[in-house]
């Protein structure tokens, strides 16, 4: 704990000194948690700074590429916080990449009881993937380790005893030149890390279709802006349904383009929609640009080859709890009633469902890359590893 005490120090001295900040900062941000004691460790490496609250179940909040005055990358929920309230349903802090596990709807859900309509007044986050704290068992400047055990029971009733073991990591230029295939050039500001989650079988029985399996599902806050677009490729040769877009009701087309390949998603806070794309669909990378601030948003994660099961997270009856969506998008906007728990827009990955034995573990790595600075360096890379470029992903909205 020793970084976490000193990481929170240091922002408390920032703040004592009246620095100030501008919102969007990275220092914004930091002062604001040191304001409302709300610890955190901090990953850095030069300008570099990752942060990570523990109490939250060990979520990346924010980050950025360029120090205490560059972009805070994540979507923090600074209305929710300032009440200082515990809401017994949902507690939403925001944060780029928090820790859940699925399905969220179906006979397996964590999300309702047992013979509960499955709709959102019966809907609840429970407290370890809400408002409880994970243990920091390690840490160092660029990584911290973290880890909970909690018991579970699904819509069906079934028991489960899982354990979660939780790194943050940095990673450095040779990393992210294997994992992307390209150089990020001199002149670009970016950052990457990436996160390892593990869940364990802790009980002792096995963990099956007959019981329903956990998965691990990440979701990533981000703040959404009129020229902000999420793009996804998939598996152009895939012969059964490439996307799910009825999530909330079909989404548009003036909002939802396929294009050779890839799926393009208008992001802008304004109307909510969500779309997915299911296992022999999804690729193993996606992306989001927005053209006014010059960011380009990269995540990679681990896709199993072979047939695998992804747990279906649509709520109420499904024809297959097994059926479902190995990466979604989200833009949020007004509810039925005209409420918006942003704005923010969301990219979630998931891994498959863990058919686990008793001590049997599974693991879904997820690499978040921002990388910003000139459109036309940025291009370039875009080009490189999706085989767009930024020109045309800008544009698509706009016709």
């Known amino acids: 704990m020793k970084r976490l005490i000193l990481a929170t120090a240091a922002v408390l001295c920032i703040a ?3 620095k100030k900040y501008e919102m969007g900062t990275y220092g914004y941000d930091a002062a604001y948690f040191a304001k409302h004691n709300i610890g955190f460790v901090e990953l850095v490496d030069g300008s570099s700074k ?4 523990p109490a939250w179940q060990g979520r990346v909040q924010t980050s950025t590429t360029d120090g205490d005055n560059g972009t805070s990358y994540g979507w923090t ?13 949902f507690n939403p802090f925001g944060g780029e990449e928090r820790f859940w596990i699925g399905p969220e709807g179906g006979p397996f859900s964590w999300y ?5 309509e499955q709709v959102y007044e019966n809907w609840k986050v429970p407290s370890y993937i809400d ?36 790194t943050v990591a940095l990673v450095d230029a040779s990393e992210l030149k294997d994992l992307l295939g390209v150089d990020i050039p001199q002149g670009l500001k970016s950052l990457a890390y990436k996160t ?13 279709k007959k019981t329903g399996m956990p998965s691990v599902w990440l979701l990533g806050s981000f703040n959404p802006t009129p020229t902000t677009t999420v793009f996804i490729p998939c598996n152009a040769g895939f012969q059964g349904r490439k996307i799910n877009d009825e999530y909330f009701g079909k989404v548009p087309a003036d909002r939802l383009v396929y294009d050779d390949g890839m799926f393009f998603f208008k992001i802008d806070g304004k109307y909510r929609s969500k779309i997915g794309l299911p296992a022999g669909s999804a690729k193993d990378i996606c992306g989001s640009y927005d ?15 072979g047939d695998v099961d992804y747990v279906n997270g649509q709520w109420g009856p499904q024809e297959n709890p097994f059926g ?7 833009n949020d906007g007004p509810t039925e009633t005209g409420f918006v728990q942003g704005p923010f827009y969301e990219i979630e990955t998931s891994s498959p469902a863990a058919a686990l034995a008793p001590g049997e573990c599974l693991t879904h790595v997820q690499y978040t890359i921002h990388i910003q600075g000139n459109k036309e360096m940025l291009s370039a890379i875009a080009e490189q590893v999706f085989g767009v470029g930024l020109e045309k992903i800008d544009s698509v909205f706009k016709k």
């Open 16 to 18: 004592g000194c009246e």
């Open 50 to 53: 990752v942060m990570v609250i």
């Open 77 to 89: 929920n600074y209305r929710f916080i300032d009440a200082e309230k515990v809401s017994p349903q």
């Open 112 to 116: 309702f009881k047992k013979g509960e």
């Open 131 to 166: 408002t409880d704290a994970y243990e920091v068992e390690e840490v160092s400047p660029s990584k911290v380790v973290l880890t909970k055990e909690f018991d579970a029971v699904n819509a069906s009733d079934n028991n489960f005893r899982i354990g979660v073991r939780r």
């Open 196 to 208: 390892e989650n593990t869940l364990i079988n802790k009980g002792e029985a096995a963990w099956d």
């Open 291 to 305: 053209s006014a601030q010059g960011v380009l948003n990269i995540l990679k994660y681990t896709v199993p080859s």
């Open 324 to 330: 479902g969506d190995v990466i979604n998008s989200y």
